[in-house]
């Protein structure tokens, strides 16, 4: 039989890990740059929250019937150094109305024995002028269509559930023109905070 040479190509190993740790390189920078943002952003939010109820006092009142979602909203007010004071349906609202005044209103459209647009209506119809508080619409319903029923009952804004931090901070922001997120979220003593981050 013939010596026939055969040549065996070895696969470029070398290569392959090249590219490999390429890959895993470029990954691991996305990762740490990912990182580092969201710690500038917790860092500044975090600053944020700390004074927001200190320089903007607000009497806010949770009208809503689920314990899930008041505790939700409890918790996202309590981040903001609020301290709201909570009722369960309508009629609770009222009663509550009735022994101190609110400067704001978190109202559940949907309640048991008297819903937020039927809450609302009688605040609207009853209250003085001074007294009257700054309510805002929660629902899973957002249609043109619903907000437009709770805007025409006498509510000033909506926000949707389930709730998130920066709609909520929105929302509290449009209470007596108070000054703009931004403004405050990257204040210079925030910026001093992230340059120590960084650095």
Request: proline content about 4%.
């Amino acid at each position: 039989m013939d010596n026939v040479n055969m040549k065996t190509e070895k696969p470029n190993v070398v290569g392959t890990i090249n590219c490999q740790i390429e890959v895993i390189s470029n990954v691991d920078k996305e990762l740490v740059e990912t990182r580092n943002t969201m710690k500038k952003a917790v860092l500044r939010y975090s600053q944020f929250n700390e004074k927001f109820a200190e320089k903007h006092p607000l009497r806010i009142l949770i009208a809503d019937d689920s314990m899930v979602n008041v505790k939700v909203t409890l918790w996202f007010l309590k981040k903001l150094g609020y301290k709201p004071d909570v009722a369960f349906n309508g009629v609770e609202v009222l009663d509550a109305l009735k022994r101190r005044s609110f400067d704001v209103i978190f109202m559940d459209a949907e309640m048991p024995e008297m819903d937020g647009v039927e809450t609302t209506i009688a605040i609207r119809q009853t209250l003085p002028s001074e007294k009257q508080p700054h309510i805002i619409a929660m629902s899973a319903n957002s249609s043109g269509d619903d907000i437009e029923k709770y805007l025409s009952a006498g509510m000033n804004d909506h926000i949707k559930k389930p709730l998130q931090m920066d709609e909520i901070v929105q929302a509290l922001l449009a209470v007596r023109q108070l000054p703009d997120f931004l403004n405050v979220l990257y204040s210079k003593e925030s910026d001093k905070q992230v340059d120590k981050l960084e650095g």
